[in-house]
């Protein structure tokens, strides 16, 4: 089965510097990959997606993610940090070897300071 | 992408009775699965519906205890059944078109 893993359940920063939320998965397979956001008592948006070809991403609201396949990581980042990026924020694999179905990761809560 | 309403969006309910939410979609799918979010944790799936067959359940999750209908290519629900606080959770469906996943926006369940 295949399994998500994102280092570091609650993430601070200062608004204006960089967000780094990091996410690693376990496949043999390529998966496809994803980051959704969730904001306060809100349903989950999806911010960008890896299938095939480039390996960066580039989402909404300014984040972007690269699929490393040697690290089988998939970060995500953001340059610099609004107060309203505050929210949770899911990593997310399908394909591979478990098909179409959608695995999660831990989830991250990222807090951005004044 | 398709467009998910979900309903109720929120309910609170005595222990000991069922709840049933429902999912309807905008377009026509194949796969419709339903999630749970606990308190403070992320997304587990319950079941992936189809169409025509009987709802695939994941490990450690029963269908007398969450039967899942699925009449339609653009409906289905989950009954939440014999409640118990243990149960009290955000509930999802959701939706697969060519690898793009939409969600609904969440049911919220209480349970005392």
């Known amino acids: 089965a295949q399994s998500v893993t994102q280092l570091g359940s609650h993430v601070s920063v200062s608004e204006g510097a960089l967000v780094l939320l990091r996410c690693n998965y376990s496949?043999?397979?390529?998966?496809?990959l994803f980051w959704y956001v969730q904001y306060p008592n809100q349903g989950l948006q999806l911010l960008l997606k890896?299938?095939?070809?480039?390996?960066l991403v580039k989402g909404i609201n300014g984040f972007e993610a690269e699929f490393k396949k040697s690290e089988t990581s998939f970060h995500l980042t953001k340059p610099s940090a609004h107060m309203s990026d505050a929210a949770e924020y899911f990593c997310?694999?399908?394909?591979?070897?478990?098909?179409?179905?959608?695995?999660f990761g831990g989830g991250t809560r990222l807090m951005v300071k004044p | 992408s398709a467009v998910i309403s979900q309903k109720p969006s929120r309910d609170i309910c005595q222990r000991g009775t069922s709840l049933t939410i429902q999912c309807q979609v905008d377009?026509?799918?194949?796969?419709m699965f339903w999630y749970r979010q606990q308190p403070g944790q992320s997304l587990t799936l319950i079941a992936t519906?189809?169409?025509?067959?009987?709802?695939?359940?994941e490990s450690g999750f029963v269908i007398d205890k969450f039967p899942i209908s699925r009449p339609n290519l653009t409906f289905s629900t989950l009954t939440v059944s014999n409640m118990s606080p243990e149960d009290s959770s955000i509930y999802l469906c959701?939706?697969?078109?060519?690898?793009?996943?939409?969600f609904g926006s969440g049911t919220r369940l209480t349970v005392v």
């Open positions: 959701s939706v697969d078109e060519k690898r793009t996943y939409t």
């Open positions: 496949s043999s397979v390529p998966p496809y």
């Open positions: 890896y299938t095939t070809g480039a390996t």
């Open positions: 997310a694999v399908s394909g591979g070897n478990a098909g179409n179905m959608l695995t």
């Open positions: 377009s026509q799918v194949t796969m």
């Open positions: 519906a189809n169409q025509g067959s009987e709802a695939t359940y």
